[in-house]
Nanobody, 125 residues
Framework: QEQLVESGGGLVQPGGSLRLSCVVS????????LGWFRQAPGWEREGVAF????????YYTDSVKGRFTISRDNAKNTVYLQMNSLKPEDTAIYYC??????????????????WGQGTQVTVSS
């Protein structure tokens, strides 16, 4: 019943920007914390940015602080990831995910039970 659908990935040059969107269906979104993860070939899936349920507190991995912004629009059942100043090392498949309840910190994949299929972000000249 729960479904997450990402969009907005693509190919961008270093220094460029992308905005990822994830539409979440089948849940009352304000009950859920939302996150963006990414996974590059040969690397573990990494939590990138998270926004807590209710209070909208956000958390970012150090490598994206100041460049990425996560936001949510519960009325639209959507979570966004604005990515600026992109670097080649940002290249990965980006996944949105949701879990019930608040988020206190950066998330780990096994804490998030609802996942999108991912969208490819490639940063290359």
């Amino acid at each position: 019943q729960e479904q997450l659908v990402e969009s907005g990935g693509g190919l961008v040059q270093p220094g460029g920007s992308l905005r990822l969107s994830c539409v979440v269906s089948g849940v009352t979104l304000d009950y859920y914390s939302l996150g963006w993860f990414r996974q590059a070939p040969g690397w573990e899936r990494e939590g990138v940015a998270f926004v807590s349920s209710s209070d909208d507190i956000t958390y970012y991995t150090d490598s994206v602080k100041g460049r990425f912004t996560i936001s949510r629009d519960n009325a639209k059942n959507t979570v966004y990831l604005q990515m600026n100043s992109l670097k080649p090392e940002d290249t990965a498949i980006y996944y949105c995910a949701a879990k019930l309840g608040v988020a206190w910190r950066l998330g780990y994949p096994n804490e998030y039970h609802y996942w999108g299929q991912g969208t490819q972000v490639t940063v290359s000249s």
